[in-house]
């Protein structure tokens, strides 16, 4: 019967030529949803968002204060897989007078995105969500959930490392290491010191950005500072790794005074634009000179010795305590020199 039906359509040219192209692509279609059946699974849906981290923008930037919240995140759910929420409000973003499109979504892809390549537990799903219908049933279904005391209805912030309380510190000291570099980046950066036969260096962070508290950018005088500690610190024979900022090179009355030191220095634009790249940076030098905000506070969560300077009085306090802490519990031999600098 079927193939005489066959036969029949066959001969029938305009029937034949409809129904080809109508079962190619049913065929399509079957075979997207066989590649991709786990997407259609209520069950699987529901099971992927059990642990959740929750990324409001409306309340959190995206930029490095972000990637505090995320490590103290990982932290949380050290030992479970986890998926990670970004929440975008279509009507209202955390610091949008500040931050505008471009920078918020670049710092969306090359800082918060890319630092879920250092997390020892990074999460098994992301998902952008932009309908607060669609968060607050996830929110229902979660058995565990990041920030412990998120409310879509509040403004409450947590990325602040006064925000860390002693629970976090507790699963610090268990949850080891902190962050973690993979093999891929790890073999990257280590083809990079060989190349250049560099043996014992220390980093010194550039920041440049345009855009916020420019008070807070490097100047001459802290380049002056730093040179004074490392002549201070018996540095002078380990070369420089000058990790320049995302936005602009190192301006050149900087780079006039580091020569004119003869000190034998490699600009690392590799950390400029890799998250990965920079951590490891930080956690194979012998000394890490940088200051206030930005890239240089995954110096705080990494074991090697650091020359801060603070350039915002207002957190001062906040980030020798925060330091100090990690000092007394975790990094025990850990130097972490603070230089107060106030404009």
Not at 109 to 120: A, E, G, R, T
Not at 150 to 155: A, E, I, K, Q, W
Not at 255 to 274: A, D, P, R, V
Request: glycine letters at 2%; zero cysteines; charged letters at 25%.
């Amino acid at each position: 019967m079927l193939k005489k039906i066959k036969i029949l359509i066959k001969k029938n040219h305009f029937t034949y030529f409809i129904l080809k192209r109508f079962i190619n692509i049913l065929k399509f279609y079957i075979e997207i949803i066989s590649r991709n059946r786990s997407l259609f699974s209520i069950n699987n849906f529901s099971n992927k968002h059990k642990n959740v981290f929750i990324l409001d923008t409306r309340i959190h930037s995206i930029i490095f204060d972000s990637v505090v919240l995320l490590i103290r995140g990982s932290n949380f759910f050290y030992n479970d897989k986890w998926t990670l929420i970004i929440y975008e409000d279509d009507f209202h973003r955390y610091a949008s007078k500040v931050v505008n499109d471009e920078v918020y979504f670049n710092s969306l892809i090359n800082i918060f995105l890319q630092s879920l390549l250092i997390l020892p537990n990074p999460p098994i799903h992301i998902k952008f969500i932009n309908n607060s219908y669609e968060l607050l049933e996830i929110i229902k279904k979660t058995k565990k959930m990041f920030p412990e005391n998120y409310n879509f209805l509040d403004n409450k912030k947590t990325y602040l490392i006064n925000n860390f309380n002693e629970k976090d510190f507790e699963n610090f000291k268990i949850n080891k290491p902190i962050l973690k570099a993979t093999k891929y980046y790890s073999e990257i950066f280590e083809k990079y010191l060989n190349y250049r036969n560099i043996k014992e260096y220390i980093t010194i962070t550039i920041r440049t950005k345009n855009w916020s508290t420019s008070d807070w950018n490097t100047d001459v005088e802290d380049i002056k500072l730093y040179i004074d500690f490392i002549k201070k610190n018996n540095l002078k024979n380990h070369e420089i790794i000058i990790i320049p900022d995302t936005q602009q090179d190192v301006p050149k009355e900087i780079m006039e005074i580091i020569k004119n030191e003869n000190l034998k220095y490699h600009l690392f634009h590799h950390g400029s634009f890799s998250i990965p790249m920079r951590f490891l940076a930080y956690s194979n030098a012998s000394f890490n000179l940088a200051s206030t905000n930005g890239p240089a506070t995954m110096l705080f969560f990494i074991d090697n010795n650091s020359f801060f300077l603070i350039k915002d009085e207002k957190q001062s306090k906040d980030v020798q305590n925060f330091v100090n802490k990690f000092n007394e519990k975790i990094f025990l031999g850990r130097k972490f020199i603070f230089h107060k600098k106030n404009k």
